[in-house]
């Protein structure tokens, strides 16, 4: 029976580190884009066919990394400039999305560029890009704390199956590495969910 390892070599190992780098980039800029790709899944994938490309864990890991936060900076800047020039600086923005997008900016605990940042662990603010063009969010602040919270988050995620991949037979650690994703993955939206319910529990109050 294949294991793990082997359905993923097969499926992704014929498109070769360049080929594997540019979808990446594709990912990440499409989940920040458009719509979620569940970025953390392929990011791990992705990164376990270090051996069969033949190259060292630590360098494939930086380049990772650097690729998915290119995609990330790209796929944010895209959607935001669009939002930004087409429909802001032209007064063309519905007035109900632009109230919907405000109206859910100021229902945060967080406020400001800071969403940005806590949006990296605890999903909350789908399409950031539309948030710091719609919000008049200093441009530089949010895409510093897009950049430094996406490092923090990947690359504490690749060292952690890094050393799963050292401490563990392979065949144990390609199953590790898939369950602490699917946690990881689990556990986000967990904390997106349950910060929204708070939130909406406390908004009659605060109205009261």
Do not use: H
């Amino acid at each position: 029976m294949a294991s793990l390892g082997d359905i993923l070599g097969a499926a992704l190992n014929g498109l070769g580190w360049p080929g594997l780098l540019a979808t990446i980039f594709l990912i990440f800029m499409v989940d920040a884009a458009i719509f979620p790709t569940v970025p953390e899944l392929f990011a791990i994938a992705f990164y376990v066919q270090y051996g069969a490309l033949g190259l060292q864990p630590f360098s494939w890991a930086v380049a990772l990394l650097l690729t998915a936060l290119a995609g990330e900076v790209s796929g944010n800047g895209i959607i935001y400039l669009a939002v930004s020039r087409l429909l802001v600086q032209k007064k063309r923005m519905p007035k109900i999305i632009d109230k919907a997008v405000k109206g859910w900016a100021d229902f945060l605990v967080v406020r400001g560029e800071k969403v940005v940042l806590v949006n990296r662990f605890a999903p909350a603010v789908p399409l950031i890009g539309v948030f710091i063009a719609v919000c008049g969010w200093n441009v530089r602040k949010s895409f510093a704390y897009i950049v430094v919270g996406s490092l923090v988050k990947y690359s504490i995620l690749l060292a952690f199956v890094g050393w799963l991949n050292v401490a563990y037979d392979p065949s144990v650690a390609q199953w590790l590495t898939l369950g602490a994703v699917v946690a990881i993955v689990v556990i986000s939206v967990a904390a997106a969910v349950i910060r929204k319910k708070r939130l909406r529990t406390a908004q009659p109050a605060e109205k009261a």
